[in-house]
C-alpha cells in the first residue's frame, strides 16, 4: 500500500505563499499589516464617495437648472398660472 501522494506546487503557487506568509515572519505582524492596508483601501475608497456627494449637494440650482432645460426645454414653458390654480390641461 502506498502513502498519500504529496501536490506539487506550481511556481506561481510558491511565489504567492513566499509574499503572503514570508519565510521566518511573524504572521501576527503580516496580519496587523493587512488589517491596516484593508482600513487605508475602504477609508480611500469612501472618501471617493464622500467628495463626489458633497460635489454633487453643492452644484449651484442656476447649473442644475440649466441642465435640465437643455435636456427637457418643454418643462420650462409650463404656464405657472394653470399649475398654481389646480387646472388640468385639456384632453388630448
Do not use: N
Amino acid at each position: 500500500m502506498q502513502g498519500p501522494k504529496k501536490q506539487t506546487e506550481s511556481r506561481w503557487q510558491r511565489v504567492l505563499r513566499s509574499l503572503l506568509y514570508g519565510r521566518d515572519v511573524d504572521r501576527t505582524v503580516k496580519a496587523k499589516a493587512r488589517l491596516g492596508l484593508a482600513i487605508l483601501v475602504f477609508t480611500g475608497i469612501f472618501s471617493v464617495i464622500a467628495v463626489r456627494l458633497v460635489m454633487f449637494a453643492t452644484v449651484s440650482e442656476a447649473t442644475a437648472a440649466a441642465a435640465v432645460s437643455r435636456k427637457m426645454p418643454s418643462l420650462l414653458h409650463v404656464p405657472t398660472s394653470s399649475i398654481a390654480m389646480g387646472k388640468s390641461s385639456p384632453p388630448m
